[in-house]
């Protein structure tokens, strides 16, 4: 199935762009980087003037330890910078800075910085930066805040422009009136510009009794999150952030700037709506629907387990089937929660619920009949049991605390760390709500879960967030516009598997490097005083420098065999959830911020057939040289992999 749909994708793109064995006539085959000559022939100095001295050469995060950007591995500057790498918002300040620092074997912030950065304030500067590297050929990254696991905003030998200096929110308490439309919103809305991050935003929407689509992460920004879909906990009853969207100001490739709408530039329009970065131009600001913040928090879980492996794989196939119909009505019942599963004999299996507002009685009634099985199966190996409460109050809201419970601190294992593996996949309902299904689903999650590395710390979450089974109507019909992938109205949620460990690569194995990254190594890596690697590690981390660089050769050396079981997990995935069934129709698919670097299908995965078609059609015809090019966006596809992008096939 995978391979016929491929070659669906590659005849119809090579059709949508107008290519038959080459690049269209008048494209440049390659982009200016160095060290080619016409490098050396940019001039620099004109971009300089037109961003008013915005422009700067790329500076490392970690520059005051590195002695070819001035700095000292052994300095006092160096020793708090190398502390200040476990800060999400220290990293998130710094232009060059990025929370994920690579992927092992494919990317990292060391090898892939690129070589300027214009540190953006204006619309001005963002339009002058798309025009020059435009007219002169250039490699343009757009970066945000650095929350990139697959290294989209950077590249060796690029000009990145960064947006995360422009943070003016404005609201729109009486509606808002969309570029070239002739009615107002009936809600409530807010512009924000793409510097804004979820812990400027919740707070202050909060103070105005009011509560916006988008991700949890307090540090992620919205010019990236917006655009690629951005699920929080009321988007089954609000729909995503994407659906959110109600207008847009868009710089094309040639500079221009444009408001879009439904009413104004509608195809555009739908590109910003789910199509992520890299389809047609860079975003200034987004105006998105605001709703009325909760005045309480419904939750509801069922906790089950069992003894036996084969009492555990049914409990886990009723659990999946209990998932299924509590999300074919998700915006009345399971707004947000997860799944758990432990993997077999002795393990857990269960269900967490939360809804907003309503009668913490309804999720109950809804999870009571898992407690009703567990009890007709007579049996002592096999028990659980449903609780219900309020679990969030406004009342008691503090905003000095800023306890939210829709924004929640970026978990530490994803700051200044690299990726060994990630990939996700959404559970289809109509699939797991038939005994067949669900069954099948159990059996694959228990294989999986003896495939996971033992003693490594890695994200094993299932997020019914993000899904979109179960929206209201009008919501399901809004979403219907937007260039996201049609199956997440059949997806109960999605299961992610991310595996990464702490890693500073632009800093050379050191005592100072392994001293900051020994505290956090021992919570995801190397974990107990049973490792062979603990007492040369702690060593090393205590100054010893021959013990510190073998510390972290031998880490180092233990990865392929990781990667490998994690491929082993990825089959697992793809067997049980390929994009099209049996039929080559549409079944799973992933979610293009928290996906597989290597999907094999990429454009499946993220849009399906009939959206990848009409958004490569709107990359035609306003973005036809690429300029706005990155790992798995739309359109990449006729770049090299081994050009890192900047060379077409």
């Known amino acids: 199935a995978g391979t016929m749909a491929m070659g669906w994708l590659v005849v119809v793109a090579w059709a949508v762009l107008g290519v038959v064995a080459s690049a269209p006539p008048g494209l440049r085959e390659c982009r200016c980087t160095p060290p080619l000559a016409c490098w050396d022939a940019v001039p620099w100095a004109t971009l300089n003037q037109s961003v008013a001295g915005r422009l700067h050469a790329s500076v ?53 910085r690129s070589a300027f950065s214009v540190l953006a304030q204006t619309e001005a500067d963002l339009m002058s930066t798309v025009q020059f590297a435009h ?6 990254v757009v970066k945000g805040t650095g929350h990139d696991w697959y290294g989209r905003s950077t590249a060796a030998g690029s000009l990145l422009l960064w947006t995360h200096l422009r943070k003016t929110i404005t609201w729109h308490d009486d509606g808002f009136i969309a570029e070239g439309c002739a009615a107002a919103t009936s809600t409530p809305a807010v512009t924000v510009q793409t510097g804004v991050q979820f812990a400027d935003l919740y707070p202050a929407a909060m103070s105005r009794g009011k509560i916006v689509m988008g991700g949890t992460c307090d540090s992620v920004g919205v010019g990236g999150c917006f655009s690629a879909g951005c699920y929080g906990p009321f988007t089954k009853l609000f729909g995503n952030a994407a659906v959110n969207i109600l207008e847009a100001k868009v710089v094309l490739a040639n500079g221009t700037l444009v408001t879009v709408s439904k009413c104004a530039h509608p195809d555009l329009f739908f590109s910003v709506r789910g199509g992520g970065g890299g389809v047609a131009g860079v975003f200034t600001e ?61 393990g857990g299996a269960g269900i967490h619920c939360t809804r907003y507002e309503g009668d913490p009685g309804v999720l109950h009634a809804a999870l009571q009949p898992l407690a009703d099985w567990v009890a007709h199966q007579n049996s002592s190996t096999i028990t659980g049991t449903v609780s219900s409460s309020v679990s969030w109050n406004a009342s008691s809201y503090d905003p000095k605390i800023g306890d939210l419970p829709w924004m929640e601190k970026h978990p530490d294992r994803e700051i200044s760390t690299a990726l060994l593996a990630s990939m996700s996949k959404y559970f289809p309902v109509h699939y797991i709500a038939t005994d067949t299904g669900a069954a099948s689903v159990a059996a694959a999650l228990v294989n999986i879960s003896g495939l996971l590395p033992s003693g490594q710390a890695g994200t094993n979450a ?23 992938n049609p199956v997440l109205l059949d997806a109960a949620g999605t299961q ?39 007492d040369t590690c702690a060593a090393g981390a205590d100054g010893n420098e021959s013990a510190a ?29 390929p994009n099209v069934d049996a039929d080559q129709k ?33 990359k035609r015809k ?28």
């Not at 915006?331 to 799944?339: A, E, F, K, T, Y």
């Not at 073998?550 to 995935?573: E, F, G, N, Y």
């Not at 798995?632 to 890192?644: A, I, L, P, Q, Y």
């Open 622 to 649: 306003y973005d036809p040289d690429g300029l706005f090019i990155c790992h798995h966006c739309v359109g990449s596809e006729f770049w090299t992999k081994e050009s890192n992008l900047n060379c077409r096939r």
């Open 135 to 140: 007219q002169h050929n250039l490699r343009l």
């Open 586 to 618: 549409p079944f799973s698919g992933s979610y293009w911020c928290e996906t597989d670097y290597d999907d094999r299908e990429f454009q499946l995965s993220h849009w399906g057939e009939e959206v990848y078609t009409k958004l490569l059609a709107v």
């Open 462 to 484: 299932f997020m019914i967030a993000k899904g979109q089974a179960g929206l209201p109507a009008d919501v399901a019909t809004e979403f219907k516009t937007t260039a996201q």
């Open 286 to 346: 987004f105006t998105v629907r605001a709703h009325r913040s909760p005045e309480h928090i419904s939750a509801a879980r069922f906790d089950g387990s069992a003894t036996t492996g084969v009492g555990y794989t049914r409990l886990l196939a009723q659990v999946l089937k209990t998932l299924a119909s509590v999300q074919a009505d998700a915006s009345n019942v399971c707004n947000d929660g997860s799944l758990s599963w432990g993997g077999g004999a002795g």
């Open 549 to 577: 660089v073998d510390c972290m050769a031998t880490w180092h050396s233990r990865i392929p065999a990781l990667q490998q079981k994690l491929a082993q997990v990825r089959d697992v995935l793809w067997t049980e959830f």
């Open 60 to 112: 490392d995060e970690l520059a005051a330890c590195l002695p070819v950007q001035g700095g000292e591995l052994t300095s006092p500057e160096c020793a708090a910078a190398l502390l200040s790498t476990d800060n999400e918002f220290w990293v998130t300040a710094q232009p060059n800075g990025y929370l994920h620092t690579g992927l092992f074997n494919a990317w990292n912030i060391s090898t892939d």
């Open 496 to 534: 992610l598997f991310m595996y990464n460990i702490p890693s500073l690569p632009q800093v050379p194995p050191s005592s100072a490097l392994l001293k900051a990254l020994w505290p956090r190594l021992q919570v995801y890596a190397i974990r107990n005083k049973l490792d062979p690697l603990w």
